[in-house]
């Protein structure tokens, strides 16, 4: 039997995490939205699930890496998306990662997550006012893009939770020291 050590299988596991982020962000490019920057962002579901069993630093790293990864394969690197894009995960990120503390305290996965898709959509909006566009006009895109990331962040959250809870992660958890 192989036996593989504790850095090998959490590299093994980050480099999943970091795949099935990316392809879930890349398909969400190709359906249908509410708005243009409106995505479900089921590509947190793995960063949440790597928060939990590799630590906040390590999980929210994904996001980034996401990011980069996915402008790198649309051909957008350094382009304004790009700079949207890598300015909301990074702020998902931080607030999420200072949050995740509390949870099963104070806060569930499902909060954390609404928590990190509000906090995306906020940064975006505010990025794209000071830099791109008119802050007013971003601003009135707020209440409606609230909406959307509260009830996408909502599922988010219920689908990572019911992944760290089910039994497929089970043996992941067992190793996590």
């Known amino acids: 039997m192989l036996y593989l050590s504790d850095r090998t299988r959490k590299l093994a596991l980050y480099s999943i995490l970091v795949s099935l982020s990316l392809s879930i962000w890349v398909f969400e490019e190709f359906i249908p939205r ?5 995505k479900p962002g089921f590509s947190y579901i793995p960063v949440i699930i790597g928060m939990e069993l590799m630590g906040t630093v390590l999980g929210g790293s994904i996001a980034l890496l996401r990011s980069l ?3 790198l394969i649309f051909g ?8 949207l894009s890598i300015s909301g995960a990074l702020a998902a990120v931080i607030i999420m990662s200072l949050l995740f503390p509390l949870r099963g305290k104070m806060l569930t996965y499902i909060g954390i997550s ?3 898709a509000f906090t995306n959509i906020l940064a975006q909006l505010m990025i794209a006012g000071k830099l791109f566009y008119d802050m007013k006009a971003m601003l009135m895109l707020l209440p409606p ?4 990331t509260v009830f ?3 599922v988010v959250g219920i ?5 760290i809870k089910s039994r497929v992660s089970a043996p992941l958890k067992e190793r996590k020291n």
């Open 34 to 38: 509410p708005a243009p920057w409106l």
């Open 69 to 71: 990864l996915g402008a």
């Open 76 to 83: 957008r690197l350094l382009s304004a998306s790009f700079i």
């Open 114 to 116: 609404v928590a990190g």
């Open 145 to 148: 893009s609230t909406l959307w």
């Open 152 to 154: 996408a962040g909502a």
């Open 159 to 163: 689908l990572a939770n019911a992944i």
